[in-house]
């Protein structure tokens, strides 16, 4: 078995998860994971099978959001494009970004559609260098919820803002814009929040981690990372950040910016991460976008 990690804070590597996977299926480009309440292990990805559900051991649930057609070739005839973020609410709602419909999407746990922010397949104002505010959405990334319900979306691959909306759905802010200083961004990649309500932006060209308020106030930055691109808030209190440079890993800090635990490269099990999230015993899964046949998967680390 493989051990990652340093410090107190290590992992192991599970190889067979998931061991119950349906014949014939495969994770294609897994962009996404997040867990519920139930431990229950929600996988994103860019194929005809676009959700995925497992429990902790890795048996298969069941899945939605396929293609009208079960062909890979035919999958944007489904209900997404490019799947990208997910994100788990309080109350076990599946919120979803794709960035080639321009979309973010809230579901139930077995899929109904609740609300769609955005204009389908419409990508509204690119990136601007003046300080002016795109509105939504030109490929968000993820998005996340406040304690007050409120949606926090990263509006990441154009247009370089993040958008505030209320819980039913009504703009209420945005702010950001392009460039590498504070509060500015080359990409916002994904977003993650603190148990206090900070807001963390993976700047992923900037290769640093933004710390910002939620009307975005710049707080702090952490540089030890090499090209950021999503986060975990574990139940210990920690921030768990997926890093997609070279050697990609994932770093581990306290929110005052402490490196508590790290491990990187491919001897470490892990070849494109790109989402991470965990389960209430604190185990890891790992979404992957790699190579075909070894990189397009979601890794288990078990903790120690």
């Known amino acids: 078995m493989t051990t990652v990690g340093t410090g107190n804070l290590k992992f192991e590597l599970d190889p067979g998860w998931p061991h119950d996977m349906p014949e014939g299926w495969e994770f294609t480009l897994a962009s996404g994971v997040g867990v519920n309440s139930r431990d229950e292990v929600y996988v994103f990805s860019r ?150 309500g900070r807001i963390y932006i993976a700047d992923r060209p900037n290769s640093r981690v933004q710390i910002l308020e939620q009307d975005g106030t710049f707080v702090s930055e952490w540089t030890d990372v090499i090209n950021p691109g999503a986060f975990w808030y574990g139940h210990d209190g920690l921030m768990y950040v997926v890093e997609q440079g070279q050697p990609t890993g994932v770093s581990v800090f306290t929110l005052d910016g402490e490196l508590v635990s790290r491990w990187r490269g491919p001897e470490n099990g892990m070849e494109a991460p790109h989402d991470i999230a965990g389960d209430s015993s604190g185990n890891l899964y790992i979404a992957e976008i790699g190579l075909e046949g070894h990189g397009q998967r979601v890794r288990k680390y078990v903790r120690l």
């Not at 396929?66 to 609410?89: K, M, Q, W």
């Not at 419409?122 to 406040?146: C, E, I, K, R, W």
């Open 47 to 196: 194929g005809i099978h676009p959700i995925t559900i497992w429990t902790t051991d890795g048996d298969f649930i069941t899945s939605w959001g396929e293609a009208s057609c079960l062909d890979p070739a035919d999958r944007y005839n489904g209900t997404f494009r490019d799947p990208h973020g997910i994100y788990v609410g309080p109350d076990d709602s599946i919120w979803l970004t794709d960035t080639q419909t321009h979309t973010v999407t809230k579901h139930t746990r077995l899929g109904e559609k609740l609300m769609e922010l955005g204009r389908r397949d419409y990508a509204n104002v690119a990136v601007s260098q003046t300080g002016d505010h795109g509105l939504p959405f030109n490929m968000p990334s993820g998005v996340v919820l406040n304690d007050s319900g409120q949606i926090l979306v990263s509006d990441g691959y154009a247009n370089r803002n993040v958008h505030t909306f209320s819980a039913n759905g009504e703009l209420l802010d945005s702010w950001g814009r392009a460039g590498t200083g504070p509060g500015e961004f080359g990409m916002l990649h994904n977003i993650g929040i603190d148990n206090v």
